[in-house]
């Protein structure tokens, strides 16, 4: 059973990812999974900011009258 409240780890890419070792990779290969990383943070990061959003527009819409 999960608690709800509790976060949760998930184990995907990513996390398969941090645990793989590096010592086959040239720099060249190294520099390009450089790149794809951040560009998935990029992305990652601009959901974020969307999800924050949308959060800020719903809290202020249902803020109840005269709580400032």
Do not use: C, N, W
Not at 53 to 68: I, N
């Amino acid at each position: 059973m999960h608690d709800d409240d509790q976060p949760r780890m998930r184990e995907d890419a990513a996390a398969r990812l941090s645990g793989e070792a590096l010592d086959t990779y040239s720099q060249d290969e190294l520099t390009e999974r450089i790149a794809l990383l951040e560009a998935e943070i990029a992305r990652v990061r601009a959901h974020f900011d969307k999800a924050a959003s949308h959060r800020k527009f719903a809290d202020a819409l249902f803020k109840p009258q005269g709580s400032d």
